[in-house]
């Protein structure tokens, strides 16, 4: 048996590497960096984070907790990592960003049967058991061998990222530390803006300059769920009030009542240094960002550690080009398998989930057996669901939500109740397919 290799050292490739070296199968990861950079890394380690710090909800009746869940029942390794380098953020599991990546490149280099291969890729073997999860911004030689393979055309998109401003730049007496409704104590700083605050924000959106599009940039598609604030504001005046400057949950204790409308600010590292803008990706230009943000009062005075920006996303056609698990459509490629944002998957524990299942399915490949997916009724089998029955298009990345799932039995009617069945049949069914389908532990050639 020969091994895996895996091309892109983030969260789906570095999963995947992990998943396959634990039951005895050798494998190469090749990561460009520092040999060749990208608009959005900043550092050289495996799996950097580069956009949020939160691997969001730990709750398994919340969509993002239930897949946490499930992974845990599959033996993730970045979850594990993850939660190693946690610092606060409610019921939510946010990590110090650069401990998690050392963490994960520490792992990866410690695993004797992985090689780590610092350069870029471009060839893509045909009698090679191959994992390309290269992310969102595949490097244009690895894209045109990409698209020569599957004869059908990427999506582009922009994706957004929100700034970071330092702890002790903020204006204090103008924001209070606490959770939405209380869960998990003080984890987030609220920013309060009274309703003549709000509409002076709003205008200061909306009439912000921005960073243009180029020519062939224009008819660019953002994701819905990350988009630039500025495009939310144009939406409608009210629109931020009910997405991410919502007050509800929030009371203020200073005065008693819920505030117009929220910034929130959630700690990027653990000594509480820095503080990421919540729901404030933007395109700004960053003179502007600095401007129109220093509206919030909390915020006047503040240090940019990170301005927001924005970057290329690619992702597959993923119903038209691959296979249910991740192949070129027919039998010319069977060991060609795509992992992470470039098939579709959005989000940090969803790509890593992307990852595992590609590790696995590799592996079984190798083996001679066929691909393995899990049940519709989990969240892992929904996505997959998704991806290869959406309309391309309409589609657009997608993250791990009930609506994936099929509807419980017994016609349960509210909404609390609903989450609970889906989640305990989700966990029962992942469990009872990962005892059946876990690929066996093999010895290393």
């Given at each position: 048996?020969?091994?895996?290799?895996?091309?892109?050292?983030?969260?789906?490739?570095?999963?995947?590497?992990?998943?396959?070296?634990?039951?005895?199968?050798?494998?190469?990861?090749?990561?460009?960096?520092?040999?060749?950079?990208?608009?959005?890394?900043?550092?050289?380690?495996?799996?950097?984070?580069?956009?949020?710090?939160?691997?969001?909800?730990?709750?398994?009746?919340?969509?993002?907790?239930?897949?946490?869940?499930?992974?845990?029942?599959?033996?993730?390794?970045?979850?594990?990592?993850?939660?190693?380098?946690?610092?606060?953020?409610?019921?939510?599991?946010?990590?110090?960003?650069?401990?998690?990546?050392?963490?994960?490149?520490?792992?990866?280099?410690?695993?004797?049967?992985?090689?780590?291969?610092?350069?870029?890729?471009?060839?893509?073997?045909?009698?090679?058991?191959?994992?390309?999860?290269?992310?969102?911004?595949?490097?244009?030689?690895?894209?045109?061998?990409?698209?020569?393979?599957?004869?059908?055309?990427?999506?582009?998109?922009?994706?957004?990222?929100?700034?970071?401003?330092?702890?002790?730049?903020?204006?204090?007496?103008?924001?209070?530390?606490?959770?939405?409704?209380?869960?998990?104590?003080?984890?987030?700083l609220n920013c309060p803006l009274d309703r003549e605050g709000y509409e002076a924000f709003v205008d200061g959106l909306l009439g912000a300059d921005l960073y243009p599009l180029k020519e062939f940039e224009r008819d660019a598609m953002f994701f819905e769920g990350c988009l630039p604030i500025e495009e939310m504001a144009r939406r409608g005046r009210e629109t931020l009030r009910f997405g991410p400057l919502k007050?509800?949950?929030?009371?203020?204790?200073?005065?008693?009542?819920?505030?117009?409308?929220?910034?929130?600010?959630?700690?990027?590292?653990?000594?509480?240094?820095?503080?990421?803008?919540?729901?404030?990706?933007?395109?700004?230009r960053y003179g502007d960002q600095k401007r129109v943000f220093g509206l919030v009062p909390a915020l006047a005075r503040a240090e940019y550690l990170r301005h927001g920006q924005v970057h290329r996303n690619t992702f597959l056609q993923h119903s038209v080009a691959l296979d249910p698990y991740g192949r070129p459509k027919g039998a010319a490629w069977p060991g060609l398998f795509f992992a992470g944002q470039l098939?579709?998957?959005?989000?940090?524990?969803?790509?890593?989930?992307?990852?595992?299942?590609?590790?696995?399915?590799?592996?079984?490949?190798?083996?001679?057996?066929?691909?393995?997916?899990?049940?519709?009724?989990?969240?892992?089998?929904?996505?997959?669901?998704?991806?290869?029955?959406?309309?391309?298009?309409?589609?657009?990345?997608?993250?791990?939500?009930?609506?994936?799932?099929?509807?419980?039995?017994?016609?349960?009617?509210?909404?609390?109740?609903?989450?609970?069945?889906?989640?305990?049949?989700?966990?029962?069914?992942?469990?009872?397919?990962?005892?059946?389908?876990?690929?066996?532990?093999?010895?290393?050639?």
């Amino acid at each position: 048996m020969t091994g895996v290799r895996v091309i892109g050292g983030g969260l789906a490739g570095c999963e995947a590497a992990l998943q396959c070296a634990r039951r005895g199968v050798p494998v190469t990861l090749n990561e460009m960096r520092p040999a060749a950079s990208t608009p959005a890394h900043r550092t050289d380690l495996l799996a950097e984070l580069v956009c949020s710090n939160s691997f969001k909800s730990t709750e398994v009746e919340n969509a993002h907790g239930l897949l946490k869940a499930e992974l845990d029942e599959l033996g993730c390794r970045l979850l594990d990592v993850a939660r190693e380098a946690r610092i606060p953020a409610g019921s939510a599991l946010g990590v110090d960003r650069e401990r998690f990546a050392r963490g994960v490149t520490a792992a990866v280099e410690a695993e004797p049967l992985i090689t780590v291969v610092r350069e870029e890729r471009e060839e893509l073997a045909r009698g090679e058991v191959t994992i390309v999860a290269t992310g969102p911004l595949t490097s244009d030689g690895l894209a045109r061998r990409i698209e020569d393979i599957l004869g059908a055309g990427n999506l582009a998109f922009y994706d957004a990222i929100s700034p970071i401003v330092a702890r002790d730049s903020l204006v204090e007496g103008t924001f209070w530390a606490a959770s939405r409704y209380g869960k998990g104590g003080d984890d987030y700083l609220n920013c309060p803006l009274d309703r003549e605050g709000y509409e002076a924000f709003v205008d200061g959106l909306l009439g912000a300059d921005l960073y243009p599009l180029k020519e062939f940039e224009r008819d660019a598609m953002f994701f819905e769920g990350c988009l630039p604030i500025e495009e939310m504001a144009r939406r409608g005046r009210e629109t931020l009030r009910f997405g991410p400057l919502k007050p509800v949950g929030l009371a203020d204790p200073r005065g008693g009542g819920e505030p117009h409308a929220v910034l929130q600010l959630r700690k990027e590292n653990a000594d509480g240094t820095m503080f990421n803008l919540v729901g404030c990706q933007t395109r700004m230009r960053y003179g502007d960002q600095k401007r129109v943000f220093g509206l919030v009062p909390a915020l006047a005075r503040a240090e940019y550690l990170r301005h927001g920006q924005v970057h290329r996303n690619t992702f597959l056609q993923h119903s038209v080009a691959l296979d249910p698990y991740g192949r070129p459509k027919g039998a010319a490629w069977p060991g060609l398998f795509f992992a992470g944002q470039l098939t579709g998957v959005e989000g940090y524990v969803e790509s890593i989930m992307s990852g595992l299942v590609a590790g696995w399915n590799a592996i079984r490949v190798l083996e001679g057996e066929e691909p393995e997916l899990p049940p519709r009724e989990t969240m892992i089998g929904g996505l997959y669901a998704y991806l290869r029955e959406a309309d391309p298009q309409r589609f657009q990345p997608m993250n791990a939500n009930f609506g994936l799932l099929p509807p419980p039995d017994g016609g349960i009617r509210g909404k609390r109740e609903r989450r609970a069945a889906q989640s305990a049949r989700a966990l029962a069914a992942i469990a009872a397919w990962a005892a059946e389908h876990e690929p066996a532990r093999t010895a290393a050639t």
